[in-house]
């Protein structure tokens, strides 16, 4: 029986403290998966920390996986969603030579179709940010690569849900 | 990541009137007073440099904390494993930084996989030092992490009462689990204003669900309309305390129970509904009816794969109810039709108003046509053999005789361990001391010296293999040093027995490095001034274990047995349990 591999986004609430990352990273390693993107960062309730994790698992996998993250102590909540569940973006950044920004007026237009914004320029190099999905990142970079980027890096999946995670009223609960 | 690198108080604590003045103290004057408030006054451990301070105020406080020095920190912990399960209160291990740190690990992973509360305290370098690879320095928390429940290390003496105080909460509550305190050197030597309050909530963590009563009561409605109920009982009610409810539940409802290796105990072994170990090496009317039954009851177990053998052939035709405290374990290995989420004793004492007397005398019968097969084929071969050599069955049934059952039995890994869960006559609750999960060998002996030390009152007699009493026979020096009087009876095969039993079975009689060659045990207690025996043949078992038995302080009993016995029933490794083996 098996089961279909699936993009799981998944949304964990933790107290921040040190050594968390090692916890929950070390419950994908024990199972062997790969994690395709990690983003670790505040949440919307002070002092919470929120990880965003991508993985591609069976919804099985995903749901035992969520139990073992679930269970550790400074895990308030985690969650697992599909795509369709979520809203999620991923950003970008690409350091190009500026004098290709003035010889080369197709850059220019690439800039505009695809809703890029320059960050900064200088003499040397400009900088390039571009958020979206992971298909739109990925064709600014095809088309910027026949020109030769000098240094491109992409940000981890952040998604926040279409449904409510109740993480609040949960904390509200232990105060009482 | 923006980690802060303090702790933020998310805990609640119990305010007990009196309690709530300051007193200038050092970290390491604290860590004692935290022990003592923790009610942790006999611990074990090993000193080095970065955990001196510590060991240097334990001198100050010798008569409020017994702390024992075992000769590897591995045996520090399991001696903690063994205080920990014969008493269901927190064991404590305790070690320096560096490679004193790492020797805990194997209890440590021990102990989590066996659900055995235990904190583990471990000196580290100064804070300055972190991370420079200075001497002694490794970085247990993050080595410690996969296999700890939660870990912690505390950089100022500031944080050590807050910190204790959860590590204990946290080893304790819930799914019980080993934690592990990393604590620097300077927090140990700073002088702060301590004042302690003991843990009583965390606000991230959960230590057990809420018992759901419409759960409760489907549970119920299932286990009386079946005509063939089966529960599998496992540690989860003994660390639950929840002894009494089962055994009302059993004898209301009249269903046939068994036990996981670690469940043991927990009904008294003569019980009439008690119908053995399911597993591996269990019994052979529980494993091979698992597949008959129309409705299992789990409680308080993880369907380890030992027990279960191929899940694909795993109780497919039954409702399966799942009695669990850890959310993750319910459906993890086999799927349930009801998951009652929550703490044994009190899931239990909701489902019993609701479960109906009734009787199932021709599926018990079913129990004792199988037992009597399993009998004929085995156990009496095993406990009453007519050949030469000594069997490690007659062994145990002579412990049960002269103990009367009411032993406390440790055991190590091995086949020694199977015969001793198998044939161990157990009256009282908490008497089953082995390592489950993990198989470590070398467990015994140093958790038989926690165990007796927690229950002085009780027996306690380690039942080991010549393999595993080899891994950490160091001990006999603590229990030479600290007069404890555990009985040690080493069944002595010349092999790593049960590997040589797979290899006999399933590669072809190749004995690739099991036959030991083994020193004079006798001579070895002796070096160490334990009084010790040897005996080869049946008719002088007896006697010497009587004399063991009556013998005050520690005994080395070494039985020489049957070089190539087999512990059967078995399932073989990836075969279903009704494809038990009898032979």
């Known amino acids: 029986m098996e089961q279909e591999i699936i993009k799981f986004t998944i949304s964990i609430y933790t107290e921040n403290n040190i050594g968390l990352l090692n916890r929950i990273s070390a419950i994908f390693q024990k199972r062997h998966i790969n994690v395709d993107s990690l983003n670790t960062s505040a949440s919307e309730i002070e002092g919470v920390s929120r990880f965003t994790i991508v993985v591609r698992v069976t919804e099985e996998q995903m749901k035992k996986i969520i139990g073992q993250i679930d269970k550790q102590v400074e895990v308030i909540k985690a969650y697992y969603h599909t795509d369709e569940e979520t809203i999620y973006q991923e950003s970008c950044l690409f350091k190009i030579k500026s004098d290709l920004l003035f010889e080369e007026r197709q850059i220019q237009n690439i800039i505009k179709d695809s809703d890029a914004r320059i960050v900064t320029v200088n003499r040397e190099f400009f900088v390039l940010e571009k958020s979206g999905r992971r298909n739109e990142v990925d064709m600014l970079h095809r088309e910027l690569s026949a020109f030769g980027i000098m240094q491109f890096v992409r940000s981890g999946r952040i998604a926040v849900t279409k449904d409510e995670m109740k993480v609040t009223e949960m904390l509200e609960a232990f105060q009482k | ?583």
């Open chain 2, 1 to 583: 990541m923006n980690f802060n690198k303090n702790m933020q108080s998310k805990t609640t604590h119990k305010k007990e009137p009196g309690k709530d003045q300051h007193v200038r103290m050092s970290g390491s004057e604290a860590m004692v007073k935290c022990l003592i408030e923790e009610g942790a006054t006999t611990i074990y451990g090993y000193p080095g440099g970065a955990i001196m301070p510590f060991y240097d105020e334990l001198h100050k406080h010798q008569d409020e904390i017994h702390h024992v020095l075992t000769r590897h920190e591995q045996g520090a912990t399991h001696a903690a494993q063994g205080y920990a399960r014969i008493s269901g209160q927190v064991g404590v291990a305790v070690a320096t930084s560096g490679p004193g740190a790492t020797n805990l690990i194997t209890g440590i992973a021990d102990a989590q996989i066996d659900s055995t509360p235990i904190v583990c305290i471990t000196g580290q370098v100064y804070e300055h030092l972190l991370g420079s690879d200075a001497f002694q320095e490794t970085d247990i928390v993050g080595i410690s992490t996969p296999v700890t429940k939660w870990n912690h290390q505390i950089t100022s003496a500031e944080e050590i009462p807050e910190v204790m105080a959860k590590a204990f909460y946290i080893a304790k509550s819930g799914r019980p689990g080993p934690v592990l305190i990393d604590i620097t050197k300077n927090a140990q030597l700073e002088e702060f204003d301590f004042h302690y309050e003991k843990c009583t909530g965390v606000r991230s963590y959960k230590p057990a669900p809420p018992v759901d009563k419409e759960k409760v009561k489907e549970a119920a409605e299932l286990i009386n309309t079946a005509k063939k109920p089966f529960i599998v009982w496992g540690q989860g009610v003994i660390l639950g305390e929840a002894e009494q409810e089962l055994k009302k539940l059993i004898e209301k409802a009249q269903i046939p129970a068994a036990w996981t290796i670690l469940g043991a105990s927990a009904i008294p072994t003569t019980h009439p509904l008690n119908v053995g170990m399911v597993g591996m090496h269990g019994n052979y009317a529980p494993n091979m009816l698992t597949n008959e039954c129309d409705v299992l009851i789990a409680i308080g177990m993880r369907f380890d794969d030992r027990v279960t053998g191929r899940l694909n052939d795993y109780a497919k035709q039954a409702k399966v109810i799942h009695f669990e405290i850890d959310p993750a374990e319910v459906d993890k290995n086999v799927k349930t039709d009801i998951a009652v989420l929550g703490d044994a004793k009190q899931s239990l004492a909701t489902l019993l108003p609701f479960i109906k007397k009734n009787s199932h005398d021709s599926w018990l019968k079913k129990f004792k046509d199988l037992y009597k097969i399993e009998y004929d084929k085995v156990i009496k071969h095993d406990l009453s053999p007519k050949k030469e050599g000594l069997t490690m069955g007659e062994v145990l049934k002579e412990i049960n005789k002269q103990t009367s059952g009411d032993a406390a039995i440790v055991s190590d890994v091995g086949q020694h361990q199977m015969i001793a869960c198998r044939y161990a006559e157990f009256n009282k609750t908490k008497s089953n001391i082995t390592s489950g999960g993990l198989g470590t060998m070398g467990f015994a002996l140093p958790a038989a010296i926690g165990a007796k030390m927690a229950a002085p009152e009780r027996d306690v007699v380690a039942v080991v293999g010549d393999g595993g009493y080899q891994m950490t026979i160091q001990e006999l020096g603590t229990i030479f040093q600290t007069k404890v009087p555990v009985k040690i009876v080493i069944l002595n095969n010349n092999f790593l027995g049960m590997v040589r039993q797979w290899q006999q079975l399933f590669f072809d009689k190749r004995y690739a490095q099991t036959e030991l060659v083994n020193p004079d045990f006798i001579q070895i207690a002796k070096g160490y001034y334990i009084n010790a025996e040897q005996v080869s043949k049946r008719e002088e078992l007896s006697t010497a274990v009587e004399k063991m038995m009556n013998t005050e302080g520690a005994y080395v009993l070494e039985v020489c047995v049957e070089k190539e016995d087999n512990v059967f029933p078995m399932i073989p490794s990836g075969a279903s349990v009704s494809e038990i083996r009898l032979e």
